[in-house]
C-alpha cells in the first residue's frame, strides 16, 4: 500500500466531521463517497460542502473550477455496500462509541479488499481496541482531523500496536496531498490534541463554575495573552459539550492520571440541560 495506491475514498457519516473530510478529499481529487443512514443526513452533509465551496469562491480562496472538480468528485450514499465497494481507503466518522465503530468496521471490511485501509476519525478511543477481532487489522489507523476540516491544517495520525509501517506512509502521503500537516503519534488515550485540549477546556469550564470570569474574559485571556486562536470555552461550543463529557470521563476512566480529566459538575448540568454548544444553538455562548 502507498499513496499513490489510494484514489477512492469512502467516508461513513455525513454530520460535522464527516462531511468535511469528504470535501477536502473531493478538493484534493479523490474519488470520493459520502455515507450515511437516511437520504436527508446525506443531503444536509452535501449542502453543508456546496456552502463551504460557495463561502470559498466568495472569498477568492476557492476557484468556480475547483467547486465544480470538487462537486464533480463527491457522491452521496444510503447503501454501505455501495459506498465502500472498490475503495482504497474508508474513514469512519461516527459518534464516539467504541461497540459502533467495531460493528461498523466489521461490515465494512466484509465489502472491501484485504488492502484496504480502514482509518477511524475518533478524537480518542483506542485504535488497537477498534481494530480488535477484524481481519487484517494491520490496515486500521487513526485520522483524526481538526473542526473545520477545510480550514484547519492538523492531522494527527494514530498509530496502533497492529498498524502496518507501508499503512502510515500511505495515510500520511494521503494527509499531504490533502493539504495537511500530520503528527504522528502513539495510540494512548486522548493521543496528543484531545489529551492536551481537554485539561485546558475543562479548567475554563472549572473557573466558570467558581465565577472566575466570564467565559468571554477566560477565551480572550487565552487568546490575548497566550496566542490561542480561539479560546477554549467557545472551541468547546464547536466541539460540542457532549462530545467533551464522553471523552473526559473515557479519560479519566483510563488515564493513570485521570483527575485531570474529572468531569466539572457544570458540564454535566449543562449537557443534561440540552445545552451541547453551537449544534443546539447553546453552550458558554448563544449560537
Given amino acids: 500500500m502507498t499513496a ?3 484514489s477512492t475514498v469512502a467516508v461513513i457519516g455525513a454530520g460535522t466531521m464527516g462531511h468535511g473530510i469528504a470535501q477536502v478529499a473531493a478538493a484534493a481529487g479523490f474519488e470520493t463517497r459520502l455515507y450515511d443512514v437516511r437520504a436527508d443526513l446525506v443531503e444536509t452533509g452535501l449542502t453543508k460542502i456546496r456552502a463551504n ?10 476557484t468556480e473550477a475547483q467547486r465544480t472538480a470538487t462537486l464533480a468528485a463527491l457522491r452521496g450514499e444510503t447503501e454501505l455496500a455501495a ?3 472498490g475503495a482504497d481507503l474508508v474513514v469512519e466518522a461516527v459518534p464516539e462509541k467504541l461497540a459502533l465503530k467495531q460493528e461498523l468496521f466489521t461490515k465494512v471490511a466484509a465489502h472491501v479488499a484485504s488492502t ?3 482509518a477511524t476519525n475518533t478524537s480518542s478511543l483506542s485504535v488497537t481496541a477498534i481494530a480488535a477481532g477484524l481481519p487484517h487489522p494491520e490496515r486500521v489507523i487513526g485520522t483524526h482531523f481538526f473542526n473545520p476540516v477545510h480550514v484547519m491544517k492538523l492531522l494527527e495520525i494514530v498509530v496502533g500496536q497492529q498498524t502496518a509501517p507501508e499503512v502510515l506512509a500511505a495515510v500520511q502521503g494521503w494527509g499531504a496531498k490533502l ?8 495510540d494512548s488515550p486522548g493521543f496528543a490534541t484531545s489529551r492536551l485540549g481537554l485539561v485546558i477546556g475543562l479548567e475554563a469550564i472549572r473557573m466558570v463554575e467558581e465565577q472566575v470570569a466570564s467565559a468571554e474574559d477566560i477565551d480572550k485571556a487565552m487568546c490575548l495573552g497566550y496566542g490561542f486562536p480561539m479560546g477554549p470555552l467557545k472551541l468547546t461550543d464547536l466541539v460540542g459539550l457532549d462530545v467533551r463529557l464522553n471523552i473526559a470521563e473515557y479519560l479519566a476512566a483510563n488515564l493513570q492520571q485521570g483527575d485531570h480529566f474529572r468531569p466539572p459538575a457544570l458540564l454535566r448540568e449543562m449537557v443534561a440541560a440540552g445545552k451541547l454548544g453551537k449544534k443546539s444553538g447553546e453552550g458558554f455562548y448563544k449560537w
Avoid at 53 to 62: F, H, M, R
Avoid at 179 to 186: A, E, M, N, P, S
Fill in 4 to 6: 499513490s495506491a489510494i
Fill in 53 to 62: 465551496l460557495d463561502g470559498g469562491v466568495a472569498k477568492g480562496k476557492v
Fill in 83 to 85: 459506498a465502500v465497494t
Fill in 116 to 118: 484496504a485501509v480502514l
Fill in 179 to 186: 493539504g495537511k500537516d500530520c503528527i504522528v503519534v502513539r
